[in-house]
């Protein structure tokens, strides 16, 4: 399995960014996947889960303000981020679970001026 990021860039605070994650490989085993992003010094930390069913999970810090989506016919997963902050300042990464491992993508960055 081998995941892509794109849509990462510069956006002043308060704007919006559409983040993709284009999968491909051996993608019928995948079951849940994700956005995590990591800070400069810090922990990376899950942003966003989708399940194969689309049951959604955010962590708390952008609830109301992300949302994550999935097409399974374009093999592609999303993160919308709306309202963004400088705290949201990260490389963003997209993770995959397969039945036989889990993959990450090489992470694309958000960086949000204040």
């Known amino acids: 399995v081998q995941l892509v990021e794109s849509g990462g860039g510069l956006v002043q605070a308060g704007g919006s960014l559409r983040l993709s994650c284009t999968v491909s490989?051996?993608?019928?085993?995948?079951?849940?996947m994700g956005w995590y992003r990591q800070a400069p010094g810090k922990q990376r930390e899950l942003v966003a889960s989708?399940?194969?069913?689309?049951?959604?999970n955010y962590v708390d810090s952008v609830k109301g303000r992300f949302t994550i989506s999935r097409d399974h016919v374009k093999n592609l997963l999303y993160l919308q981020m709306n309202s963004l902050k400088p705290e949201d300042t990260a490389v963003y990464y997209c993770?995959?679970?397969?039945?036989?491992?889990?993959?990450w993508g090489q992470g694309t960055l958000v960086t949000v001026s204040s």
């Open positions: 993770h995959a679970v397969s039945f036989i491992g889990d993959y």
């Open positions: 490989g051996n993608i019928f085993g995948i079951r849940n």
């Open positions: 989708i399940t194969s069913e689309t049951s959604t």
